[in-house]
């Protein structure tokens, strides 16, 4: 089966996601599921044109005999209605028609708006897609695997939380405990966040007031969880994140971008590379040349693949694929920015062959900072050993015009 990442589909890359990802399903014939893990909508704006674009791709793979299943996440609630949903109600229909059966060359269609166990491939999955608080009362099963009890029964405190997203926590935490003591051999697709873990390279921690899974499901042994929602791809312990098929924000800076090839059987997943708009930060060295960025992007490329170090998870990747510079954003780290001097900064051919070339001030490590000014952070003992960092730092950076920066400063009391 493939596994897309979430799309985020806008008018602007739409015709780029979608060659690609028809490229993809193209060299890959012989996968006859395509999972597409939610979030069509684009984070700022809902595109109804670039989803019916969207959304003639699923018809495109449903004529040929795809089984294609479409999760809900996040994005993809217009208040409490799901984007595709009258595609949803129509495929219904469809599918359980009588003429159905006499069209046996034609794939599926399943929308995903609510937890749902599947046998695909062989493999007993949970989709657990982001859905709405619809009423349903848990049933009083108890786990009988003492750690599944615990996270159940801890879970628990929950429902009487306060906060309405600790209490859909409570619900989905209390559902997959009971999936997973059932048959300990799954395989979760979800969309929800992992409750306080900041995964290896990233800086952020969620909770259950984001909506989020107990983090222990990471440790319960042959269970497999795999995810988007976090642009970020990685491995870790159990856990496969898929993350976005293109770069959303220019926050996702440096991040290859894959859709997955998973075979239930081995549980064998291959990362195959999408090159739809990289979004490239380096720093300036003397005139960047074709050969110079290459080597930048394939130490890009290796930094990525660390990324899924987890051995629990067996994890290959395709060949790597020569980057398409006229899909890179380049933004150069620069100590002043000034477009004027851009030519001694980057060859001119290259500049040309980039999409998009862009200067930003770097910021010198806090960590660099102390050894220059040869300071222990063990010195730092209070407010003034701090302000005189700060002061060694702003005269070191303006030279002659900090005067005028130290009365600003003093003004704040910050010197």
């Not at 399943?110 to 897609?129: A, H, M, R, S, Y």
């Not at 048959?183 to 984001?210: E, R, V």
């Not at 960590?367 to 005269?395: E, H, P």
Request: charged share 25%.
């Amino acid at each position: 089966m493939l596994l897309i990442g979430d799309i985020h589909i806008n008018t602007r890359y739409q015709d780029k996601i979608l060659t690609e990802l028809r490229g993809i399903f193209s060299t890959y014939p012989e996968e006859k599921t395509i999972i597409f893990f939610w979030d069509y909508v684009y984070h700022f704006a809902y595109d109804r044109n670039a989803l019916l674009e969207l959304y003639k791709l699923f018809l495109d793979l449903f004529e040929q005999g795809k089984n294609v299943y479409v999760l809900a996440g996040n994005h993809d609630r217009l208040g409490s209605s799901f984007v595709f949903e009258e595609a949803q109600k129509a495929f219904e229909i469809i599918q359980n028609a009588e003429f159905r059966m006499q069209n046996l060359e034609w794939g599926k269609i399943k929308f995903v708006t609510k937890p749902v166990v599947e046998t695909i491939e062989g493999e007993e999955i949970v989709l657990l897609p982001f859905f709405l608080p619809d009423g349903n009362i848990m049933n009083a099963y108890t786990p009988k695997n003492e750690r599944l009890k615990a996270i159940s029964d801890f879970s628990t405190l929950l429902e009487k939380a306060n906060h309405k997203h600790e209490q859909f926590s409570w619900y989905i935490n209390k559902y997959l405990s009971e999936q997973i003591d059932r048959n300990p051999n799954l395989t979760i697709f979800h969309h929800y966040y992992i409750n306080g873990t900041a995964f290896p390279w990233q800086k952020s921690k969620f909770s259950y007031k984001d909506i989020a899974l107990n983090e222990s499901f990471l440790n319960i042994p042959n269970t497999k969880l795999i995810s988007g929602h976090l642009h970020q791809p990685f491995t870790h312990n159990n856990y496969l994140c898929l993350w976005s098929v293109w770069s959303t924000s220019p926050l996702e800076t440096n991040q290859n971008k894959y859709v997955f090839q998973y075979t239930p059987a081995n549980k064998k997943v291959i990362a195959i590379p999408l090159m739809i708009n990289p979004q490239i930060t380096i720093r300036s060295k003397e005139t960047l040349n074709e050969t110079d960025l290459l080597t930048e992007l394939q130490a890009i490329n290796e930094m990525n693949k660390s990324y899924f170090s987890s051995p629990a998870r067996n994890i290959t990747f395709k060949e790597d694929l020569k980057p398409n510079l006229t899909n890179i954003s380049l933004t150069l780290k620069v100590e002043q920015i000034d477009y004027d001097t851009m030519d001694t900064l980057i060859d001119p051919e290259l500049r040309k062959s980039c999409k998009d070339i862009r200067l930003k001030k770097d910021i010198e490590n806090v960590d660099n900072l102390l050894k220059t000014f040869k300071v222990s952070s063990d010195d730092l003992n209070g407010f003034a050993d701090r302000k005189n960092i700060l002061q060694l730092y702003m005269q070191k950076k303006f030279g002659n015009e900090y005067t005028k920066y130290e009365k600003v400063l003093k003004e704040l009391k910050l010197l």
